[in-house]
């Protein structure tokens, strides 16, 4: 069965150095997501992916984070400097450019910023 | 602004009984919303999409109901297992037309042996 797969696992990174995680989606999967879920919450949308363009970057703290998918397929996320309050659960998603919209979660990246 | 609230106490059950969660939002008009299930680190297990004009949708032992004049939806887990045991999400189109979801907090399940 096909899976979203992310790197690496775990990081643990001194706040101010930058980190960067990859997500490889579902093959044919046109719309990539990343989320973050602080412990106790509900992942949070930072930004949607149609193909290689941004479609909603709404919630992406942009003075730090950024994230591209240059040939539609894998993604990369990177924080510029790493604070304390990222450290969280990344994860990334992908979903079928057709009904039923149900996204498919990779097993995420757990930050740890000291 | 939108909300999803989900009951952030744990849900406590004896085996054989049935879990009924519950999701609540405001300043929505979801056009569907869709449950996960979260086992500890590990990410979302999509589960069951239900749309507005569904009343109620079923699969297996699950059932979900949607009701959009309370703006609510009620998640059952019938004849419970302890491998139910995990945190259950509700989540719902943002309304940008794009397909991204807001999700709520979750409700975490357990069900005792």
């Known amino acids: 069965e096909a899976e979203v797969a992310q790197s690496p696992r775990y990081k643990i990174t001194e706040k101010s150095q930058a980190v960067a995680f990859w997500c490889d989606p579902i093959?044919?999967?046109?719309?990539l997501y990343w989320y973050r879920q602080i412990l106790g919450q509900g992942p949070e949308l930072l930004v949607q992916?149609?193909?290689?363009?941004?479609?909603?970057d709404s919630q992406l703290p942009k003075d730090r984070f950024s994230a591209e998918r240059l040939k539609g397929v894998d993604s990369t996320l990177k924080i510029q400097p790493a604070e304390l309050g990222d450290s969280a659960m990344y994860l990334c998603?992908?979903?079928?450019?057709?009904?039923?919209?149900?996204?498919?979660f990779g097993p995420g990246t757990r930050l740890t910023v000291t | 602004s939108q909300k999803i609230e989900q009951n952030s106490e744990a849900l406590n059950i004896q085996e054989g009984k049935t879990a009924t969660l519950t999701c609540n939002y405001t300043?929505?008009?979801?056009?569907?919303l869709q449950w996960y299930r979260q086992d500890p680190g590990r990410g979302p297990v999509f589960l069951l999409l239900?749309?507005?004009?569904?009343k109620e949708k079923r699969k297996e032992r699950l059932k979900v109901t949607f009701d959009t004049t309370l703006k609510q939806s009620l998640f059952h887990i019938t004849a419970s297992q302890p491998a139910d045991s995990a945190t259950y999400l509700c989540?719902?189109?943002?309304?940008?037309?794009?397909?991204?979801?807001?999700f709520g907090s979750g409700t975490r399940l357990q069900v005792q042996p």
């Open positions: 998603a992908s979903s079928q450019p057709r009904e039923p919209y149900e996204q498919y």
């Open positions: 093959s044919g999967h046109a719309t």
């Open positions: 992916f149609q193909d290689e363009s941004v479609v909603d």
């Open positions: 300043n929505y008009s979801p056009a569907y």
């Open positions: 239900i749309r507005e004009n569904e």
């Open positions: 989540a719902l189109e943002r309304g940008t037309g794009r397909r991204a979801l807001t």
